[in-house]
């Protein structure tokens, strides 16, 4: 692959989880010579995610693979339209339809366990939706229903360090979904306490995806770091031909 069809890798981490979580899979694209940007995402609005995702899309010089984990997922099927978006890789993420919420894709499917795990926490802010009610899953939850399949030590630092999701985000609809226009791959966690399997896979097939399934907890890319990375490589590969 030359410089110029050589894609970059950007690495949009999910709700209660930060960049971090893909520090495993993170070296094994630097050494096969891909450039990778896993940001920070704010977990404040799907819109505003989103925005904020396609304004770093936008200032990358060349082609993007957008991969998104979790509530990543929604993210990028939304930043996912911009123009040097290449491909969308969803990890038991969530592929939402144009004019869907998270809610909405959610309901559809028998709650996970992840529902009795949640706690709310007010948070300050500004204009029409202050004060924020920010949504975090309970420490002594957070291993069995998020990491079931980690290293316990690393699960219970994890679960103090976690990035909490702004209720709004659940309720806002996706104003467009890339997968519509961009090829994409999924990868289904089986065993998911945190999302149930069975909505990662409806939304995969409806996009018309490249599947595969991996008995996983929530976190594939700290458990299966190198299915993951199988799962972007063909991504990579098959649109820089």
Do not use: C
Not at 45 to 74: E, F
Not at 202 to 208: M, S
Request: no cysteine; charged share 20%; proline share 7%.
């Amino acid at each position: 692959m030359s410089e110029a069809e050589k894609p970059t890798v950007v690495l949009v981490h999910g709700a209660f989880a930060d960049a971090s979580s893909y520090a495993r899979i993170i070296p094994a694209l630097l050494s096969r010579g891909l450039d990778v940007v896993a940001p920070a995402v704010p977990n404040r609005s799907l819109i505003g995610d989103a925005a904020y995702v396609a304004s770093l899309v936008r200032q990358i010089p060349g082609p993007v693979i957008l991969v998104g984990h979790s509530y990543g997922g929604a993210v990028i099927t939304v930043a996912g339209a911009e123009d040097n978006v290449r491909a969308l890789v969803y990890l038991a993420g969530y592929a939402l339809e144009k004019g869907e919420s998270l809610g909405e894709l959610q309901g559809r499917f028998p709650d996970s366990d992840l529902a009795a795990a949640l706690v709310q926490t007010p948070f300050p802010g500004e204009g029409p939706n202050a004060p924020g009610i920010d949504v975090s899953v309970r420490a002594d939850k957070f291993p069995a229903v998020f990491a079931a399949d980690v290293d316990p030590g690393l699960a219970s630092v994890l679960a103090v360090s976690q990035r909490p999701l702004a209720a709004q985000a659940f309720g806002e609809a996706a104003p467009v979904a890339a997968w519509r226009t961009k090829p994409s791959w999924g990868l289904v966690a089986s065993s998911d306490r945190t999302i149930n399997p069975d909505v990662e896979r409806y939304g995969y097939r409806r996009a018309g995806m490249t599947t595969v399934e991996v008995d996983s907890s929530h976190l594939v890319m700290l458990s299966h770091p190198r299915r993951v990375v199988e799962l972007i490589e063909q991504a990579v590969e098959a649109t820089s031909r």
